[in-house]
T-cell receptor, first 115, second 111 residues
Framework: GAGVSQSPRYKVAKRGQDVALRCDPI?????LFWYQQALGQGPEFLTY????????KSGLPSDRFFAERPEGSVSTLKIQRTQQEDSAVYLC?????????????FGEGSRLTVL | GESVGLHLPTLSVQEGDNSIINCAYS??????FIWYKQESGKGPQFIID?????DKRQGQRVTVLLNKTVKHLSLQIAATQPGDSAVYFC??????????FGAGTTVTVRA
């Protein structure tokens, strides 16, 4: 498809399990963002990549969260030893230029439920 | 910390009427603002944006107003349609990449 693709769409994990969420941005998009959206809230910034470089990871809640984009295309958000407070929708977005110089396109999100 | 917020969590509007959604922000350094629409089960979708050197911008059926003096942003939707039912977020940034979103306003259009 032509949009941002995220997988899995839904993930149920037991507390303590590790999870990996994948984002396929729009082809050729330079910038990639991860946001966390708790139920009934607005998205919260997690991290920003420009090509393969992670320029800002200040929003990652703890050192259990790790994101990578090794070849400047697909990105993976990994959460180790999941906790109940990690339950949220994780949104990926991409833009053609640097930062918000172009329109930001969001994927449909990966809904994580930690039991 | 500073944050972006919305005055009202819900808005019910009659089909065909105009809608006004308000947003207050507290970061005086913010210089770029974006309105997003989010339908259930989907990611936010860009509606319209405005930079701090402007006070009004119009799109198709939508207008964004920015009042920097009182740090207030509004989104006006003309002739509201059933397809406009969604959650609307304002977002702001001071560094052109890190967006801060408000909590959102749920708009329900009555037929």
């Amino acid at each position: 498809g032509a949009g941002v693709s995220q997988s899995p769409r839904y993930k149920v994990a037991k507390r303590g399990q590790d999870v990996a969420l994948r984002c396929d941005p729009i082809s050729g998009h330079v910038s990639l963002f991860w946001y966390q959206q708790a139920l009934g809230q607005g998205p919260e910034f997690l991290t920003y990549f420009q090509n393969e470089a992670q320029l800002d990871k200040s929003g990652l809640p703890s050192d259990r969260f790790f994101a990578e984009r090794p070849e400047g295309s697909v990105s993976t958000l990994k959460i180790q030893r999941t906790q109940q407070e990690d339950s949220a929708v994780y949104l990926c977005a991409s833009s053609a230029g640097t930062g918000l110089s172009g329109e930001l396109f969001f994927g449909e999100g990966s809904r994580l439920t930690v039991l | 910390g500073e944050s972006v917020g919305l005055h009202l969590p819900t808005l019910s509007v009659q089909e065909g009427d105009n809608s006004i959604i308000n947003c207050a922000y507290s970061n005086s350094a913010s210089d770029y603002f974006i309105w997003y629409k989010q339908e259930s089960g989907k990611g936010p979708q860009f509606i319209i944006d405005i930079r701090s050197n402007m006070d009004k911008r119009q799109g198709q059926r939508v207008t964004v107003l920015l009042n920097k003096t009182v740090k207030h942003l509004s989104l006006q939707i003309a002739a509201t349609q059933p397809g406009d039912s969604a959650v609307y977020f304002c977002a702001e940034t001071e560094n052109d990449y890190k967006l801060s979103f408000g909590a959102g306003t749920t708009v329900t259009v009555r037929a």
